[in-house]
């Protein structure tokens, strides 16, 4: 199973690829957790990627094409993986395409969640973040038994700062301008499968675990 899921912040696409990968045990890779992770532990990547995620804008092509070649290079892959936040450029995917060759690999299909962009203000001003394992609830549609502590892990949650007003508003603009041309680019690829992304989580993991049972392209 080699699938990416595609679609605006607040989609929905972190949520769904959490448990999809529970479900049949392949990783969750998000870009976004991976930059995180690479801030929290202050190294040059972190350093140079974290003015570019407090701004809500993306951080260049080629730190993330480096950061993905070796995740995807790395054994724990090797059964496949969800792709969640990457690619977000055509010059990304063009890249997603080389490293998929060099390892021989094919990508089953492109998963695009499509929600209302109103909706999308509501998802992110509201989500709240595991400072330790990383995983998203939301305030009203996914809360935690303990709004300051993560159901899973116990660690503290917190509201990124870009789910805060203003860089919610650049990461829209970012992903008009620069991410939604990739639903183009794989629909004229044949990978793309629309899914309504506006629908309660648990119909949304339904039609997931059936889109992977029978793949259905557009
Ligand atoms: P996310 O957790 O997916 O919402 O990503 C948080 C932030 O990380 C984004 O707003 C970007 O600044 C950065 N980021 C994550 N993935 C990418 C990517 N594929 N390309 C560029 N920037 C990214």
């Given at each position: 199973m080699r699938y990416v899921f595609l679609g605006p912040p607040g989609a929905g696409k972190g949520t769904?690829?959490?448990?999809i990968s529970r479900k049949y045990d392949i990783p969750h890779i998000s870009s976004g957790?991976?930059?995180?992770?690479?801030v929290t532990a202050e190294t040059k990547l972190g350093k140079k990627a974290m003015s570019?995620?407090?701004?809500?804008?993306?951080?260049?092509?080629q730190i993330l094409i480096r950061l993905i070649k070796d995740k995807l290079s790395s054994p724990d892959c090797s059964k496949g993986f969800i792709l969640d936040g990457f690619p977000r450029t055509v010059v990304q995917a063009e890249a997603l395409v080389s490293i998929l060759h060099q390892l021989e690999l094919k990508l089953?299909?492109?998963i695009y969640f499509d929600v209302p962009f109103?909706?999308?203000?509501?998802?992110l001003s509201g989500r709240r973040t595991c400072r330790a394992c990383g995983i998203n609830y939301h305030i009203k549609f996914k809360p935690?038994?303990?709004k300051r502590v993560c159901d899973k892990c116990e660690g503290t949650l917190y509201q990124r700062d870009d789910d805060k007003e203003g860089a919610i508003q650049n990461r829209l603009n970012e992903y008009q301008?620069?991410?939604k041309p990739l639903i183009a680019y794989y629909r004229k690829e044949g990978l793309l499968i629309t899914v309504e992304g506006g629908k309660e989580i648990s119909?949304?993991?339904?039609?997931?675990?059936?889109?992977?049972g029978v793949a259905r392209y557009e």
């Open positions: 769904q690829a959490e448990m957790e991976m930059l995180r992770e690479n570019y995620m407090d701004r809500g804008e993306l951080v260049p092509d089953d299909a492109v109103e909706e999308l203000i509501t998802r935690p038994k303990d301008r620069r991410t119909k949304i993991f339904e039609e997931l675990c059936r889109i992977f």
